[in-house]
């Protein structure tokens, strides 16, 4: 079995390894430190998994999983974040993520997870499956910033951040005018017109540490 790790953190990838070294036998693995750079050896290699973070310099984790899902559609990808469940995994499976594990979980969980979607399966943790459950019951009323797309939910929590436009034009690879669009077009869907607006909302909802 071969899993192919995507993080932008050489230390959380190692982590990873050992971890799953630990607790599996037969895996060999390979690494790579953002989506561009997985992108490329998922096409020039045969792998089993992709584990894949999502907030990553340039294209995310996210844009990842797109272009996987349209490449090699056969080739599951398992997201580990520090991002919450509630803002990204919806998003992540709705994309054709196989699963998506919180780094805030027990590392018996990443076992599990891994286990589950190399033999086939999917993984959702059972607070996941429950806001599901309840979203598809009507039971769970949907917040302004469900309506962002994922490029502007990502532009709105650095905003709340305190990142400037230049800031995050270079941390995400896009020029400043694209972000300044983003910008507005989040103020916009929200009805939140002003930066301390939005990071008001983003703080209240959670979005921001």
Same mark, same amino acid.
């Given at each position: ?172 690879? @896009? ?16 009805? @939140? ?17």
């Amino acid at each position: 079995m071969k899993i192919l790790i995507v993080d932008d953190h050489a230390v959380v990838r190692r982590g990873m390894i050992s971890l799953l070294c630990e607790h599996l036998n037969g895996l060999e693995f390979s690494e790579s430190s953002n989506a561009r750079e997985a992108f490329s050896s998922a096409m020039n290699g045969e792998w089993n998994l992709v584990i894949a973070d999502i907030g990553m310099p340039g294209r995310s984790g996210l844009d990842l999983i797109q272009d996987l899902r349209a490449a090699k559609p056969e080739l599951p990808v398992l997201v580990v974040s520090a991002h919450s469940e509630r803002d990204y995994a919806v998003r992540a499976l709705k994309l054709g993520a196989a699963g998506y594990v919180s780094k805030q979980s027990a590392p018996d969980t990443l076992v599990a997870a891994v286990n589950r979607v190399l033999a086939g399966g999917r993984y959702v943790s059972p607070a996941l499956a429950e806001h599901l459950a309840g979203t598809l019951a009507g039971g769970m009323q949907e917040a302004s910033h469900d309506a962002l797309s994922n490029r502007e939910l990502q532009v709105l929590k650095m905003i709340a951040n305190g990142m400037t436009l230049k800031e995050i034009g270079a941390e995400l690879a @896009l020029s400043e005018k694209t972000v300044a669009t983003y910008r507005a077009r989040i103020s916009e869907k929200m009805g @939140l017109p002003t930066n301390v607006d939005l990071t008001r909302y983003a703080m209240r909802h959670g979005l921001v540490e």
